[in-house]
């Protein structure tokens, strides 16, 4: 594999991986810009930019995008997050030319029609309706909103009927001339590319954008506590969790490390304990995610109301088990499934440019494959232990539930189960 860097003029980054035994290329162009980025009164228009990017510019109408990657075979589709915004296709080699050309074309030409807006806020509507309908989709979303209230980083992805309803033409053209700025942009490809043609490409179809500085995003402030929603549903949705680490973070693969030990696979202690042994749930797991200042490590796990109260207790019992130390055979096994997904991504080009663009995001340039094995074998149990005790020893974790009213542990009680674990 070789993969190359080039910063363009206007300040966008073009970074390729060429992978020589593959027909086809995907290519994107990843944006610094997420829910995050919005204003309290702005919440959820990144969301919708990117719904609107699809629906003509000053050459394409809607309709036209679509015919046109599909004619030849290939697929686009686009997705917002937290703190990026990506758009992407993948298409055969001879292709690439014309994805790069309809990618350049929304993202610096979009007309954003009143009439398609009209219509794409009806559809957000709905998809925010349908994540309201989805249980395990809107306890994350009062997770966010209970770990850091009243803040971007809390606020929901497809924002707000309210705030959807509310927005304009010219409130999106003022958010795109803010935050699509060339220095926070990168066009990532793996595949069938050659990464000279790309930028000459790149250099000839995005000089359009907006070089203006970088608008930077707040910086989150955790404050955790307890969120409910009640409901009356089968099962019970709950998340315990705690203010976790950035990206950036010397720790940030011992985390990983840490929550696939606790609950990544049939093999963790958390699937063990609460499924196999109790059969409490069916679904439990650990996660960790990243954001660029901060981050949030949690336990997710969905029951009936009569198990609710066991459950929350083994929760408690398991991350202070934790705390105490692991194995070395945990270790081993819990770096061999991180490390199989690192590699695993080299396989898939989609995959590789997403990894390629959030590592120049995050980083400023790609970090070789041997250089992420270095750091993840750099983990060690007496590490994981220290790591532990510090996220969980806390005066202010997060406890949320979306469901029926069960009989279980209360925030003042979690706290006190948790003090015993010593930071």
Same mark, same amino acid.
């Given at each position: ?16 991986? &060429? ?46 995008i679509a015919e046109e990657i599909e004619a030849v075979g290939g697929e686009m589709n686009a997705s917002t997050s937290v703190e990026h915004t990506n758009y992407y296709v993948r298409t055969l080699a001879d292709d690439v030319p014309l994805g790069l050309d309809i990618l350049s074309d929304i993202l610096q030409d979009s007309i ?44 929901? #992805? ?5 705030? /959807? ?10 958010? /795109? ?45 955790? /404050? ?31 985390? &990983? ?41 949690? /336990? ?17 019992? &398991? ?42 995001? #995050? ?57 015993? #674990?010593?930071?």
């Amino acid at each position: 594999m070789a993969v190359k860097l080039t910063k363009l003029e206007n300040g966008l980054t073009v970074v390729t991986d &060429q992978m020589e035994y593959l027909k086809t290329t995907a290519l994107g162009v990843w944006v610094k810009a997420g829910s995050r980025s919005e204003g309290e009164q702005e919440n959820g228009i990144t969301h919708l930019l990117e719904h609107m990017a699809f629906k003509g510019t000053t050459k394409r109408n809607a309709r036209e995008i679509a015919e046109e990657i599909e004619a030849v075979g290939g697929e686009m589709n686009a997705s917002t997050s937290v703190e990026h915004t990506n758009y992407y296709v993948r298409t055969l080699a001879d292709d690439v030319p014309l994805g790069l050309d309809i990618l350049s074309d929304i993202l610096q030409d979009s007309i954003i029609d009143a009439d398609e807006l009209a219509r794409e806020k009806h559809v957000i509507l709905q998809e925010i309706g349908a994540a309201q309908d989805t249980p395990d989709d809107q306890v994350f979303d009062v997770l966010l909103e209970t770990a850091w209230p009243n803040q971007p980083l809390g606020r929901p #992805i497809l924002g707000t009927p309210e705030t /959807v309803n509310g927005f304009s033409a010219d409130a999106i053209r003022q958010y /795109v001339e803010r935050k699509y700025t060339a220095s926070d942009m990168v066009l990532a490809a793996a595949g069938a590319v050659e990464h000279e043609a790309l930028v000459d490409l790149a250099r000839a179809n995005f000089s359009k954008l907006s070089n203006s500085a970088p608008d930077e995003d707040n910086l989150a402030q955790y /404050v955790g506590g307890e969120g409910a929603i009640e409901r009356d549903l089968q099962e019970l949705q709950i998340i315990l969790g705690f203010e976790g680490l950035p990206y950036e973070h010397e720790d940030y693969y011992a985390v &990983q490390v840490l929550a696939s030990i606790l609950g990544g696979g049939m093999s963790s202690r958390l699937f063990q304990e609460v499924r196999e042994k109790r059969g409490l749930c069916y679904s439990v797991y650990a996660f960790h995610w990243a954001f660029a200042d901060t981050g949030f490590f949690g /336990v997710h796990a969905a029951t009936g109301p009569e198990d609710a109260a066991e459950l929350t207790e083994v929760l408690v019992d &398991q991350l202070k088990e934790i705390a105490k130390g692991v194995s070395e055979k945990e270790v081993s096994r819990a770096k061999a499934q991180l490390r199989s997904g690192l590699l695993m991504a080299l396989e898939s080009p989609a995959a590789r440019a997403g990894q390629l663009a959030r590592q120049v995001m #995050i980083y400023g340039h790609p970090v070789a494959i041997e250089e992420l094995e270095k750091r993840l074998n750099a983990v060690t149990a007496d590490r994981l232990q220290v790591l532990a005790e510090k996220l969980f020893a806390t005066d202010n974790p997060t406890f949320v539930k979306v469901g029926p009213k069960a009989p279980m542990l209360n925030y003042a009680e979690l706290k006190e189960r948790l003090a015993g #674990i010593k930071a």
